[in-house]
T-cell receptor, first 112, second 113 residues
Framework: AQKVTQAQTEISVVEKEDVTLDCVYE???????LFWYKQPPSGELVFLIR??????QNEISGRYSWNFQKSTSSFNFTITASQVVDSAVYFC?????????FGTGTQLKVEL | DGGITQSPKYLFRKEGQNVTLSCEQN?????MYWYRQDPGQGLRLIYY???????QKGDIAEGYSVSREKKESFPLTVTSAQKNPTAFYLC????????????FGPGTRLLVL
């Protein structure tokens, strides 16, 4: 069975701190895709990144970076120098076989 | 710039009433989806459609119905058979099913009176 686990339900940090959101996945497929989405208070999910199972290179986009490790089935997301605007629910998701599975999300609160 | 619109933003349902949530996209995407979001449960798939006049049940289809008569439109009806309809409903689309990232609409919050 396919599964995405985001064990951190809620994280609170002070602005400018770095924060890492964990994502652990399970799939029997050798070809799969991993995603991160951001859901701000407005409610609309916004796509952040897609990574396929054959590409383990880490990626950096501004203050965001992603660490994909097949050996530990993890796809963690780090925000450097967090800002109040980063406050949102972040979802990790997996496409494997014929199914898209979302994790339960991590609520990130960035305070002044 | 294309996108997905959902209406209404808030919807109130009386006991025994059917209500319909609207979802329209102008992205020329073939695949469309309906998700239900409850606190602490992430997103659960209700129905999806890969092409006009075709749709498939997701994980929690009971008490819901959909239609896909036009490529741009994928309305969701919450029937009286759905006993716990209070939730946030999100519509999404993608170029093809499982092709890549989903584009989401702003959501409809359904409340029961």
């Amino acid at each position: 069975a396919q599964k995405v686990t985001q064990a951190q339900t809620e994280i609170s940090v002070v602005e400018k701190e770095d924060v890492t959101l964990d994502c652990v996945y399970e799939t029997r497929d050798t070809t799969y895709y991993l995603f991160w989405y951001k859901q701000p208070p407005s409610g609309e999910l916004v796509f952040l990144i897609r990574r396929n199972s054959f590409d383990e290179q880490n990626e950096i986009s501004g203050r965001y970076s992603w660490n994909f490790q097949k050996s530990t089935s993890s796809f963690n997301f780090t925000i450097t120098a967090s800002q109040v605007v980063d406050s949102a629910v972040y979802f990790c998701a997996l496409i494997g076989g014929n199914k898209l599975t979302f994790g339960t999300g991590t609520q990130l609160k960035v305070e002044l | 710039d294309g996108g997905i619109t959902q209406s209404p933003k808030y919807l109130f349902r009386k006991e025994g009433q059917n209500v319909t949530l609207s979802c329209e996209q102008n992205l020329n995407h073939d695949a469309m989806y309906w998700y239900r979001q409850d606190p602490g449960q992430g997103l659960r798939l209700i129905y999806y459609s890969q092409i006009v006049n075709d749709f498939q049940k997701g994980d929690i289809a009971e008490g819901y119905s959909v239609s896909r008569e036009k490529k741009e439109s994928f309305p969701l009806t919450v029937t009286s058979a759905q006993k716990n309809p209070t939730a946030f409903y999100l519509c999404a689309s993608s170029k093809t099913r499982l092709a890549g990232e989903l584009r989401f609409g702003p959501g409809t919050r359904l409340l029961v009176l």
